[in-house]
C-alpha cells in the first residue's frame, strides 16, 4: 500500500502506524518492533530530546553499528525539529571528531565503549552538550560542558512536543567518505529523502510484503534510504553489520528475505558463495549500485539466484 500525502521524515512511520500498526517494521537478531511500536519509540525519544532543549536545525549524531536506536534516533531527531547526522561506525575517534565540530552536533548518541574511546577528543567538540549512552555502563563518563545520560533515562525523561516542520526543512547530513580529504556533510531535506523513497520504491515495485537485507552502512545515502524506501510502502527492514558474506546467505534465509542492494565489493564476494534453494523462494531482486559490475559476477549471480 502506497503511503499518501507524506512530506515528512518521521511520517513515514508514522502513517505506516496508523496503516498497518501489527505490520513488522524492523528486525534485528531475534529482536523486532512492529511499526506502532517503532513509531512510539520515534515519537518518545522526539519528545525527550525537546526536553532536553534541541532546538530547531541542532543537530543529533548516531555513532553505533546497526540496532535499533540507530532508526529510533535517525527519526526521532527528525521528528524533534533536529538533524539526523548518522556516523559510519567504522571511523576512528579524529574522523569523528571532525564530523561533530564540522556540523556543530548538540547531541551524540553512542555506546559505552565507543564513548571511552572519544573520551580525548569530546572536550574539543564545543557545541556538543549532551551524550546518550545505549546499553549498560558502570558509570557515565565526565566531560567537562557535557551531559552524559542512559538511554533509559533519556527515553523516561518528561518531554515537550516537537515543533511543526514543512518539508524543505533540513531532516540529515550525510558525511561522504572523506576519499579525496576530509569528509563533507550532504544536507537533505525532509523532501529529499520522501521523494527519494517514493521514487525507489516505485523503480523496485516494492510492496507491503517485501523484506529487506539493510547490508549497506546506514551513514550512507543509499544504506539510509532503505529504510526510508521499505517504510514508503510498509514493508520492512532487517539490520545487519557485513562481516562474512556467508552471513548474508544466512540472513536471506532466516528471515525469508526479499531483496537486497549492494555494493560491487559485496556482490563480488557472495557471487562465489553457495546459495542454498531456500534463498530462492524468498528473494525477489538484487540490485547493484556504485561503479559498474563484472561480467563474470553478474553471470555467476543469475545461474545462483534464478529470479523472477
Known amino acids: 500500500m502506497r503511503v499518501q500525502r507524506v512530506r515528512l521524515l ?43 532543549g534541541l532546538g530547531a536545525n541542532e543537530r543529533v549524531a548516531i555513532y553505533l553499528p546497526k540496532q535499533f536506536e540507530v532508526v529510533i534516533g535517525v527519526f526521532g531527531a527528525a521528528a524533534a525539529g533536529g538533524v539526523a547526522v548518522p556516523i559510519n561506525p567504522m571511523l576512528k575517534a579524529q574522523q569523528v571528531s571532525h564530523i561533530l565540530r564540522d556540523c556543530n552536533v548538540r547531541v551524540l548518541i553512542t555506546s559505552p565503549s565507543r564513548a571511552k574511546q572519544l573520551l580525548e ?40 512536543k516537537p515543533p511543526g516542520r514543512i518539508d524543505s526543512d533540513m531532516a540529515a547530513i550525510l558525511y561522504t567518505s572523506g576519499s579525496t580529504g576530509l569528509p563533507k556533510g550532504v544536507v537533505l531535506s525532509h523532501l529529499n529523502m520522501v521523494a527519494a523513497a517514493d521514487s525507489s520504491s516505485e523503480f523496485l515495485r516494492l510492496s507491503a510484503s517485501d523484506r529487506l537485507l539493510a547490508v549497506l552502512p546506514l551513514s550512507f545515502d543509499y544504506g539510509l534510504s532503505q529504510l526510508t524506501t521499505a517504510y514508503y510502502v510498509g514493508a520492512s527492514v532487517v539490520l545487519m553489520d557485513y562481516l562474512l558474506p556467508k552471513e548474508v546467505v544466512a540472513a536471506v534465509v532466516r528471515y525469508a528475505v526479499t531483496g537486497i542492494s549492494a555494493v560491487p565489493p559485496i556482490w563480488n564476494q557472495l557471487s562465489v558463495l553457495d546459495w542454498p534453494d531456500e534463498a530462492g523462494k524468498s528473494l ?3 540490485h547493484h549500485l556504485g561503479r559498474a559490475a563484472r561480467r563474470s559476477t553478474l553471470d555467476r549471480l543469475r545461474s545462483k539466484l534464478p529470479l523472477p
Not at 508514522?14 to 512492529?34: C, F, G
Not at 558509570?139 to 518531554?159: D, F, R
Open 284 to 286: 525477489r531482486y538484487i
Open 10 to 52: 518521521h511520517e513515514l512511520v508514522y502513517a505506516m502506524a496508523q496503516e498497518s500498526p501489527d505490520a513488522p517494521a524492523l528486525l534485528h537478531k531475534q529482536e523486532s518492533l512492529t511499526f506502532a511500536q517503532l513509531a512510539s519509540e520515534v515519537q518518545r525519544f522526539s519528545k525527550s530530546l525537546c526536553g532536553l
Open 121 to 160: 577528543i569530546l572536550p574539543n567538540c564545543h557545541d556538543l552538550k549532551f551524550l546518550v549512552l545505549t546499553g549498560a555502563a558502570d558509570e557515565l563518563p565526565q566531560v567537562t560542558g557535557l551531559t552524559a545520560l542512559s538511554w533509559q533515562v533519556a527515553m523516561q525523561a518528561p518531554g515537550q
